[in-house]
């Protein structure tokens, strides 16, 4: 999560994994993305809407250099719920990641972008590669965090299955051979900052749209939520579609 006067990404710790008897015979079931989020949502156990508006949404003004998470989880049984991180007082928050944990939020400092890092997909990557058999193709993470016009926004990224593989590819290139993914991901924090940069030197602010031109045709989607917290749309570079 680079605020805009560094690189910094936020670090991830992983939950120990659980080892299931029946772990190869749980069958793979692909989630249409929106309809994920969109669970989430409707889910009340996980409290999402009022863990956004209650706990994350606050922290923003009250602690305005650092960051804050939930983590959601759901359990063999079935059952779900989310705990409520302790804020953090630097541009960066712990995220935990296996175990029954699937999904998280975070927010941003007033400090940073109103938009995710490059590192921010690599906490979502780890999600997805850490998720049990039972929650297979759950992971997301969304960000919480102020616009310019200092209105509260939502935003959410997700895999879809429509592009290539933007990370592996990365990671796997030649020109960053022997290097750690995080610090991989530091150096295209650098990038994506830039973008960033740009909008607000040409005063258009978008910096959605800067994100979305460092993922195009990959398999990262970006959604933003509606006011009321409820419903999710797809973010294009030029359009937006409404998917829920």
């Not at 059952?79 to 935990?96: A, D, F, H, L, Y």
């Not at 973008?195 to 994100?211: H, I, M, R, S, W």
Request: with cysteine; net charge neutral.
């Amino acid at each position: 999560t680079p605020p805009n006067d560094s690189g910094n990404n936020n670090p991830i710790v992983t939950a120990p994994v659980l080892q299931l008897e029946e772990e190869n015979e749980t069958p793979v079931v692909q989630i249409p993305p929106c309809e994920k989020l969109k669970n989430l949502f409707s889910n009340t156990s996980l409290k999402v809407k009022s863990r956004i508006i209650n706990d994350l949404r606050p922290n923003i003004d009250q602690n305005p250099d650092g960051e804050k998470a939930v983590f959601l989880k759901k359990e063999i049984t079935g059952r779900t719920g989310s705990i409520v991180s302790e804020p953090t007082t630097t541009n960066q928050v712990i995220i935990r990641a296996g175990g029954n944990f699937f999904a998280a939020i975070h927010t941003h400092p007033l400090t940073n972008f109103p938009m995710f890092s490059w590192s921010d997909v690599l906490v979502l990557k780890t999600l997805s590669d850490n998720l049990q058999p039972y929650n297979n193709d759950m992971a997301s993470f969304l960000l919480v965090c102020k616009d310019r016009n200092n209105v509260y926004q939502t935003y959410a990224i997700v895999f879809n299955t429509e592009g290539f593989n933007t990370l592996d590819l990365i990671f796997n290139s030649p020109m960053y051979a022997g290097m750690k993914p995080k610090k991989i991901a530091a150096k295209m924090d650098d990038k994506l900052k830039k973008k960033y940069l740009k909008e607000e030197k040409n005063g258009t602010f978008d910096y959605a749209k800067a994100f979305l031109e460092q993922f195009s045709g990959s398999n990262v989607s970006l959604y933003k939520a509606n006011n009321n917290l409820d419903s999710w749309s797809r973010l294009h570079i030029n359009t937006v579609t409404n998917n829920s």
